[in-house]
């Protein structure tokens, strides 16, 4: 869950939603520099880990 710290997305509301889902993971810095790289990296390695396969389609 990445912190947010607007109205639409706020800090504490993003914190909470990371503590009730089990495994999440509250990234708190992500806007830029190293964290956003960071954080980048770790998206991508939970969506390889959870995204379904999906079987090739043959027209």
């Known amino acids: 869950m990445l912190a947010g710290n607007d109205a639409a997305h706020p800090y504490a509301i993003a914190e909470e939603i990371a503590q009730l889902f089990p495994n999440a993971e509250f ?33």
């Not at 810095?29 to 090739?56: C, D, N, Q």
Request: glycine content about 4%.
């Open 27 to 59: 990234i708190a810095e992500w806007k830029e520099g190293a964290a956003l790289t960071s954080a980048a990296s770790r998206i991508k390695a939970f969506l390889a880990e959870y995204m379904p396969v999906r079987a090739s389609i043959k027209a």
